[in-house]
């Protein structure tokens, strides 16, 4: 069946550092590709996502792109602030519902 | 941004205990959901509701399970009688169109003693 899987953490940046947060996919066909993240005591929200193969979502400085080829959605960021530090969660549009991985804790440090 | 809202935020039950969780959904969304995650674990997928009725159920969610929507606001899990696994934190969602957003209240933290 369908299924997610994304790097361990928790991870441990430093403020300005890169951030590289790994996602591959098991799926039938080309589904949607979804980023959500869940703020301390808040809900998961939607980060970005990709459709379709070669596409790439990018919302608040995060980018990932839909590779077909490796099934990856990798989400990266160029410089990372305190204020992104939250749990990291990579989905698939499966029937009817999101298919998520088990999620990533990002802790960035001043 | 609109926003779901879960009640209550943390819950502690005996095992065997019945518990109703409670979510308030965006009031033009059409599509509810809830999903879980055991600790450590994955977010899993439950069950979604479309026109007042379950559209898709997971194997987690079996005769021990019920959702309703009892009143066109509230949206409720009801665990009939606990077991320890079901120890989770609960998430609620909806959506105006299905999975292309999903909005997703801030959960509920079930733990059963």
């Known amino acids: 069946g369908d299924s997610v899987t994304q790097m361990e953490g928790p991870v441990t940046l430093s403020e300005e550092a890169f951030l590289t947060i790994n996602c591959t996919y098991t799926?039938?066909?080309?589904?949607?590709l979804f980023w959500y993240v869940q703020y301390p005591g808040e809900g998961l929200q939607l980060l970005l996502k990709?459709?379709?193969?070669?596409d790439k979502g990018s919302n608040k400085g995060f980018e990932a792109t839909y590779r077909k080829e490796t099934t990856s959605f990798h989400l990266e960021k160029g410089s990372v602030q305190v204020s992104d530090s939250a749990v990291y969660f990579c989905?698939?549009?499966?029937?009817?519902?999101?298919?998520f991985g088990k999620g990533t804790k990002l802790t960035v440090n001043p | 941004e609109p926003e779901v809202t879960q009640t209550p935020s943390h819950q502690v039950t005996q095992m065997g205990q019945e518990v109703i969780l409670r979510c308030v959904p965006i009031?033009?969304?059409?599509?509810f959901y809830w999903y879980r995650q055991i600790l450590g674990q994955k977010v899993e997928f439950l069950v979604s509701?479309?026109?007042?009725?379950?559209?898709?159920k997971s194997e987690i969610f079996d005769d021990q399970f019920s959702v309703e929507r009892p009143d066109g606001s509230n949206f409720t899990l009801k665990i009939r009688s606990t077991k320890l696994e079901d120890s989770a934190m609960y998430f609620c969602?909806?959506?105006?169109?299905?999975?292309?957003?999903?909005?997703f209240g801030s959960g509920t933290q079930l733990s059963v003693l």
């Open positions: 989905a698939l549009e499966g029937s009817e519902k999101l298919v």
């Open positions: 799926a039938t066909g080309y589904p949607s």
């Open positions: 990709a459709t379709k193969a070669d």
């Open positions: 009031s033009n969304h059409l599509y």
């Open positions: 509701f479309y026109n007042n009725e379950i559209s898709e």
């Open positions: 969602a909806a959506s105006p169109s299905g999975n292309e957003k999903l909005f």
